[in-house]
């Protein structure tokens, strides 16, 4: 159960982070205004609280971990928001990050 709610998280934290980050491009770079700047900030910084919720209680670990899962995540938002088509590198590039990541957080450790 403890991976189930550590994944969904690093879901929510990638949601946070990374539609924090989109809303403040839109703002400055589509020049959509100062509300969309605004949520985008707002939403980052709910981000840098969602890493608090996990059940590890390592901070570098957690971060280091959701790279794998922010950089996957920005490829699909990529696809979803803009209509952006990955090629094999970058998916292929998303897996590895993915799978470093499993290691990372959930690799059978020996009291600690």
Same mark, same amino acid.
């Given at each position: 159960?403890? &991976?189930?709610? *550590?994944?969904? =998280? #690093?879901?929510?934290?990638? $949601? #946070?982070? &990374?539609?924090?980050? @989109?809303?403040?491009?839109?703002?400055?770079?589509?020049?959509?205004?100062w =509300?969309?700047?605004?949520?985008?900030? =707002?939403?980052?910084g709910a981000y840098g609280f969602v890493a608090t919720f996990q059940p590890d209680a390592h901070f570098g670990r957690i971060l280091a971990a959701y790279g794998g &899962? #922010?950089?996957?995540? *920005? &490829? $699909? @938002?990529?696809?979803?928001?803009?209509?952006?088509?990955p090629d094999r590198f970058d998916l292929s590039g998303a897996l590895i990050c993915l799978v470093g990541m499993a290691v990372i957080m959930w690799a059978p450790r020996n009291g600690g």
């Amino acid at each position: 159960m403890l &991976i189930v709610r *550590s994944a969904a =998280l #690093f879901v929510v934290a990638a $949601l #946070f982070e &990374i539609g924090g980050a @989109w809303l403040v491009w839109q703002g400055v770079r589509e020049h959509r205004g100062w =509300l969309w700047m605004t949520g985008g900030v =707002l939403a980052l910084g709910a981000y840098g609280f969602v890493a608090t919720f996990q059940p590890d209680a390592h901070f570098g670990r957690i971060l280091a971990a959701y790279g794998g &899962i #922010f950089v996957a995540g *920005s &490829i $699909l @938002w990529g696809v979803v928001a803009d209509g952006y088509r990955p090629d094999r590198f970058d998916l292929s590039g998303a897996l590895i990050c993915l799978v470093g990541m499993a290691v990372i957080m959930w690799a059978p450790r020996n009291g600690g």
